[in-house]
């Protein structure tokens, strides 16, 4: 019987790590299947520029995969079953009521990402927008296309994702009234360099920005701050906060506090050896000793990490070690604009940072190469259909060989 790889989730982590793992492994001895809610490869550095109106072209799956083997099942993931290492499911195969199906694994590779969080925060689950999924990203483009000339926009986080949304939305629609609200000063994370650069961008762009400001309530029309000041605001769009699928820590996998896996400096949970994680859903430790930040660059040396594992293991040679180090943010500042900030070891802002339009075509780079990536995980290394030579042992977990 072939030994079956299941990766959960097809963003940047899951789906690079399915392509590598299809390709690298041979079909007669490993089935690697792929599951993903969504039938597109949702590029979620991107997602920003969706919702505030830009073209953007969400590649279908099976193109991702064409020629690579993975078998790829779009459904959705609703429980995760480590002892009897079975996956729930619900999609159109399913054979139960509403759709329920069960797949099973002999080594999971968990890479669901993350979505929004809302922090308690009343009003934002109603009435807030965000955009860290397609779906979402899409009702903020469409309520943003129907907001007329003076309408108000307030995005909430001064956070990568803040800064990125805001000034995207203002420079696509520059007859709207934009504000940030962010808890401390703008950009304070930033180097005095490119910090200024920020400040000046937010004027050059007419955005509004509310410093030392918390929310405390969104509501339809207005978003109310801790010191109960009323801002405007027609749309509110929540990027204060990822949050991790509940689903891992309700499957019983060990995880971290935010709901991530713990991990050994393979990507194997410290809990059940058959999982792997990568990407937002895995609490890694860099090499500076801090948990590495949600990122695609992260998701990118962790998933490396997991399938170089996997691959070692099942094939019986040396487990890689990938450096899981961070370098630094690249953050858009609208289509011509961008501030590439150099962190050190600590992930501290070091005080060199690039700046410009120069930086965003880099960016634009960056963006393309990780979309391209993805459906070029081998690119430049030998194809090498590598034999399963050994079967893991599940030490432990069912007393399974
Ligand atoms: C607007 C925006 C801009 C960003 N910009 C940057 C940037 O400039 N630089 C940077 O480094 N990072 C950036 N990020 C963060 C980066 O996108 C994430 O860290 C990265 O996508 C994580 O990759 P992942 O594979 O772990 O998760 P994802 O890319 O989110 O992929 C997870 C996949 O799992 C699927 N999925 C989730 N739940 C289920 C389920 N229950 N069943 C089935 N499928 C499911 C999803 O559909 C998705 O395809 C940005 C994020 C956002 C939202």
């Not at 099973?104 to 999924?133: C, I, K, N």
């Not at 971290?256 to 999982?275: K, N, W, Y």
Request: hydrophobic share 45%; proline share 4%; aromatic share 6%.
């Amino acid at each position: 019987m072939k030994h079956r790889i299941v990766v959960l989730g097809a963003g940047y982590a899951g789906a690079f790590a399915a392509g590598n793992l299809a390709r690298r492994l041979s079909p007669a001895d490993v089935e690697v299947t792929v599951v993903n809610a969504d039938p597109v490869f949702v590029e979620r550095m991107r997602l920003h520029q969706f919702a505030a109106g830009r073209d953007v072209a969400f590649r279908p799956l099976t193109e991702v995969f064409a020629g690579s083997g993975v078998r790829l099942r779009v459904a959705r993931v609703t429980a995760v079953d480590p002892e009897r290492a079975t996956v729930a499911v619900t999609d159109e195969q399913g054979g139960g009521a509403n759709g329920e199906g069960e797949i099973g694994y002999d080594t999971l590779l968990y890479a669901l990402g993350s979505s929004v969080a809302d922090h308690g925060v009343p009003g934002v689950a109603e009435h807030a927008f965000d955009v860290t999924g397609r779906a979402s990203a899409r009702r903020l483009r469409e309520r943003l296309a129907g907001l007329g000339a003076s309408g108000t926009v307030l995005v909430v986080g001064e956070g990568l994702t803040g800064i990125e949304t805001v000034t995207e939305v203002a420079e696509r629609r520059p007859d709207l009234s934009v504000a940030l609200a962010a808890r401390g000063e703008l950009a304070a994370w930033l180097s005095p360099k490119a910090r200024r650069h920020v400040r000046r961008a937010f004027d050059r762009l007419g955005i509004a920005v509310h410093e030392h400001t918390s929310i405390a309530a969104v509501e339809p029309t207005q978003a109310i701050a801790a010191d109960g000041t009323a801002l405007p605001a027609e749309v509110t769009v929540w990027t204060a906060g990822f949050a991790v699928h509940p689903l891992a820590a309700a499957s019983g996998l060990a995880v971290a506090e935010t709901g991530q896996i713990l991990v050994d400096r393979t990507m194997r949970s410290v809990s059940h050896p058959d999982v792997y994680a990568a990407g937002d859903a895995v609490h890694a430790i860099g090499e500076h000793g801090q948990p590495l930040p949600m990122s695609c660059a992260s998701a990118g040396v962790t998933n490396m990490q997991a399938t170089g594992a996997i691959i070692a293991r099942l094939t019986g040679r040396e487990v890689p070690t990938v450096d899981l180090k961070y370098f630094g943010n690249h953050i858009s500042l609208g289509r011509w604009d961008a501030v590439f900030q150099m962190v050190d070891g600590e992930a501290r802002a070091r005080s060199w940072s690039l700046r410009g339009r120069a930086t965003s075509r880099l960016k634009a780079g960056v963006l393309l190469g990780a979309g391209w990536g993805v459906a070029h995980p081998t690119f430049g290394m030998p194809k090498r259909r590598r034999r399963v030579v050994a079967v893991p042992e599940r030490a432990g977990v069912r007393g399974a060989a």
